[in-house]
């Protein structure tokens, strides 16, 4: 099957700063994907350069399997992009701004179309409103709309819940995960990594313009070595020998990195020893936020070691 | 409709709906330069035989109405668009870059003609202004308003803020269009400054515009249509070459 997305070896430099350092990325037809990484990493100029809005300095990428350089209009047609920044066109309505997208594209007879997006983002009683009399949330909305109105199959959003109330986040996911469902492929990239955990099935983790892992959320998870548990003891001390596991202490809670279920008996032997009396004690199930702090301080590690 | 005729069509009724600004404005200050300029020369200046220097004046004056208007559009969408971000959706779309080019260019060709029509209806009623040739007219303005519409469109890619093409406006656009014999002819000037007003597109856009009226012109039509023809192709494959390239509106 032809991949939605297909990039190989992308460099973008802006003078001396190398954003994206050899991107080799390949997206499936319907995945549900996310991009994840730090400010500065270069998501959104990965996703500039997918959608024709940056030029790569060497490299390719195709959607659908359409160039986006040499098979531009085609791709386009693919691609449904909702930028990050908040633009609009000042002069128009919400459906103004709507018809004339649909318009670029030439779609013809689209008002039902428009009708349905327009009704499904909750935008009916603003669809006569000026652009500049939204608030942030509805031109939040409307962006998204402009991306769907020429049914594009692969519909990329690059931080849309930043900035968005929580009733409208949910509205939101609902609404894509819908799309993802009828066969659209979803490309999002997000600060919020309970919602990547929670929405896609497969991630990339960019730093530096370089991506770092590209894994299934689950396989991230469970190669997450060890455990981490959280105690309370009485009293609120740790015998020398486990203070070399701890991670984090603090509020009368300890929590402590260890290898495995077998080690978690040495623990508790040593507290035995030291007649420490463990009032509470939980097993902390690893999560995807985990495996991003984890890997994103791990190479740095590596870089300054290597310096 | 097609993505051409969406983005021509939006590009109408980006100034139509602030028309007030856009059409009325320009038709007013242009009537209001006429009224005080006959006032005051009329008894003392005659350019050609038997027209009046006030009738002399109108044609100069409503081709550079024109011109500042069809420049005006498309800089000020192009500049309103990149400083605000919203260009994204037009290159998001399939649109070629000729077809951006065409749309831009065409939409300041219509406001300015609206402009220049809007001037010339209401003269009619106080003066009467003969006409020689409705097409040598038409060509010039035509001609004009595209080479201006271009030259906007690369001043609105090219400027990053309203300072930078206002000044553009002020001291290359205005003074050019001022120096071009709209309130003279240029055999009466000494023979340096003949020389520089030659170099001067807009002179041949006067000129020849002003030939389409009375049927006399400081040089043949033919050479400023060709002339202008000349620019508007240098111009414009320059603009387009810019759009190609995505110069500065695809990082
Ligand atoms: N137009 C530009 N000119 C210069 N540098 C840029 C430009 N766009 C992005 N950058 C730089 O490229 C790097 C990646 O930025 P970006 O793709 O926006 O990151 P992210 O979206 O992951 O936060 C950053 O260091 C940013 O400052
Ligand atoms: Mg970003």
């Known amino acids: ?307 | 409709m097609n993505g051409f005729l969406t983005l021509f069509y939006k590009e109408l009724l980006r100034f139509w709906k602030v028309g007030l600004q856009t059409v009325f404005a320009p038709m007013l200050s242009t009537l209001l330069y006429l009224l005080i300029f006959s006032h005051v020369l009329e008894e003392r200046v005659q350019v050609y035989p038997s027209v009046t220097y006030t009738v002399f004046l109108i044609p100069g004056l409503v081709i550079m109405a024109m011109l500042q208007n069809a420049f005006a559009n498309s800089s000020s969408s192009l500049i309103q668009s990149t400083v605000s971000g919203n260009h994204i959706f037009m290159l998001l779309s399939p649109l070629s870059y000729q077809e951006i080019f065409t749309a831009y260019v065409l939409a300041s060709v219509v406001r300015g003609l609206l402009v220049g029509l809007g001037i010339c209806v209401v003269t009619l009623a106080f003066f009467e202004l003969p006409l020689y040739s409705f097409a040598w007219v038409f060509a010039f303005a035509l001609m004009g308003t595209a080479l201006l519409g271009a030259l906007g469109i690369i001043a609105g890619i090219w400027a990053e803020k309203f300072e930078q093409l206002a000044a553009l406006q002020n001291f290359i656009i205005l003074p050019l269009t001022f120096l071009s014999g709209v309130f003279y002819t240029i055999s009466s000037l000494p023979p340096f400054w003949q020389g520089l007003s030659y170099m001067n597109p807009f002179f041949y856009m006067v000129d020849g515009f002003r030939y389409g009226f009375f049927r006399a012109s400081d040089v043949s039509p033919y050479l400023s249509l060709g002339i202008l023809v000349a620019w508007f192709l240098a111009v414009s494959w320059c603009t387009l070459r810019m759009l190609k390239t995505g110069y500065k509106i695809r990082k």
Not at chain 1, 136 to 161: C, F, N, S, Y
Not at chain 1, 260 to 270: D, F, H, I, K, P
């Open chain 1, 1 to 307: 099957m032809i991949p939605a997305i297909e990039v190989r070896q992308v460099h973008k430099r802006f003078g001396t700063l190398h954003a994206l350092y050899g991107i080799d990325l390949e997206i499936n037809a319907g995945e549900f994907f996310a991009l994840l990484g730090p400010n500065g990493a270069g998501k959104t100029t990965l996703i500039n350069i997918i959608a024709g809005l940056a030029l790569a300095n060497s490299g390719s990428v195709r959607v659908m399997g359409h160039d986006v350089v040499s098979g531009y209009r085609e791709a386009r047609r693919m691609l449904g992009v909702v930028p990050q920044e908040l633009v609009f066109d000042p002069f128009f309505t919400v459906r103004e701004t709507l018809v004339f997208q649909s318009g670029y594209f030439g779609m013809k007879r689209n008002n039902d179309w428009i009708d349905e997006i327009i009704h499904h983002l909750d935008l009916a009683d603003k669809a006569d409103t000026n652009m500049r009399l939204l608030s942030g949330g509805m031109k939040r909305r409307v962006l998204v709309a402009q991306a769907l109105v020429h049914k594009p199959q692969v519909i990329v959003l690059d931080e849309p819940t930043a900035g968005v109330d929580v009733e409208l986040r949910q509205a939101l996911w609902r609404f894509i995960k819908q799309l993802n469902r009828n066969g659209h492929t979803i490309v999002l990239t997000t600060h919020y990594l309970e919602e990547a955990e929670a929405l896609c099935n497969r991630v990339a983790m960019l730093k530096n313009g370089s991506i770092i892992v590209l894994d299934s959320v689950r396989n991230l998870i469970s190669n997450i070595s060890g455990l981490r548990i959280r105690l309370r003891l009485s009293p609120d001390t740790l015998p020398t020998a486990l203070q070399l596991l701890t991670i984090n202490h603090d509020q009368g809670s300890y929590i402590l990195a260890i290898e495995g279920y077998s080690q978690l008996e040495n623990v508790m032997t040593a507290l035995h020893a030291a007649q420490i009396q463990i009032l509470d004690m939980q097993i902390l199930q690893p999560d995807l936020e985990e495996v991003f702090v984890k890997l994103m301080h791990g190479t740095e590690n590596l870089e300054s070691a290597s310096v």
